[in-house]
């Protein structure tokens, strides 16, 4: 497949500390924006694992990136058990080089490589541009679409309006940690709800939330609920530790909570058939969200029987 590939003027070389910042390069080519400076490299250390770095960049002659594909280690735990899997994370392919089947070349490869380091599934959420190559070129499995909660707060769009500028922007941050702090905890995250419901998830441990610090989330309690939260475009759910008794009394105070803060919105994303689907179902209408695709590698894990919430997808 490397050979493949070299042989049309283009070479592959595998993801790497010494070559991330050629990410950053390819990203900003593609969709004309920067992450924060440490972005790809916390999101690619994934040591904890015991392996990283899953994934290839394409180069063309005069050594530009131009088409890249990685996937993320992680475990996931079924019935007490772990297993060494990964989650399909960032395709990007240079706008002059699209459609020459660099995505689909580089993906193989780099399926390749998991099965070599051990990952015996992968998963991913890719969006519709991405869905008919991930089913139809690379015969991933599709299982689910997770369904998508939009609860509407306030029709003023405070949040919106202080991002326009970088002074109204920092205010707007003060103002709002001066507002959650006295609802934030000292945690990185909460435990997986589907793996309490008796599903297949992502192993949250203390490893996996001290790695997902790539993005700017927070911890609250609303009395005896943990959420999992970032403020970005609304109030936007990663995943809620909540009997089901407390739930409606949360919600409420959620509600006034994202009003005191400005924010138009709260959103959540879950799988079918857990627990915070149905409570959630019972009182918002739900709309499609992420297509949830694997490659099994030999897990035999049913697939059925993983779940997720917007908490395990990387760009939460």
């Not at 595998?14 to 490299?41: C, E, I, M, W």
């Not at 709002?176 to 006295?182: A, N, P, R, T, V």
Request: charged content about 25%.
């Amino acid at each position: 497949m490397i050979d493949d590939i070299a042989t049309k003027d283009y070479t592959i070389e595998r993801l790497s500390k010494k070559n991330l910042g050629d990410l950053d390069k390819l990203h900003h080519a593609v969709y004309r924006k920067q992450h924060p400076a440490s972005y790809f490299t916390k999101k690619y250390n994934t040591a904890y694992t015991g392996i990283e770095y899953i994934g290839y960049i394409a180069y063309n002659r005069n050594q530009t990136p131009i088409a890249f594909y990685g996937v993320i280690p992680c475990f996931i735990r079924y019935k007490d058990q772990l297993y060494l899997a990964a989650q399909s994370a960032d395709t990007m392919t240079h706008p002059q080089y699209r459609f020459k089947g660099l995505f689909v070349q580089l993906a193989n490869a780099t399926v390749d490589l998991a099965q070599e380091e051990g990952i015996s599934l992968i998963f991913g959420f890719p969006n519709q541009n991405s869905l008919h190559g991930f089913l139809v070129k690379l015969k991933w499995q599709l299982t689910e679409m997770m369904d998508c909660y939009i609860i509407p707060v306030s029709i003023i769009p405070a949040e919106r309006i202080a991002r326009k500028s970088s002074v109204t922007r920092k205010l707007y941050h003060k103002y709002q940690q001066y507002i959650l702090k006295e609802y934030l905890v000292d945690e990185k995250g909460v435990e997986s709800s589907v793996i309490k419901d008796n599903y297949a998830g992502i192993n949250r441990n203390a490893h996996y939330l001290n790695y997902r610090t790539y993005h700017d989330t927070q911890v609250i309690k609303i009395g005896n609920a943990l959420l999992w939260i970032k403020i970005r475009n609304g109030l936007v759910i990663g995943d809620i530790s909540c009997d089901m008794e407390d739930f409606e009394e949360m919600m409420e105070k959620l509600q006034k909570l994202a009003l005191r803060l400005g924010l138009q919105r709260i959103q959540f994303h879950t799988s079918h058939q857990t627990r915070l689907s149905t409570l959630f179902a019972e009182r918002y209408e739900a709309i499609p969200s992420f297509y949830i695709l694997f490659k099994d590698l030999g897990s035999n894990i049913p697939l059925d029987k993983i779940k997720f919430t917007f908490a395990d997808v990387d760009i939460f």
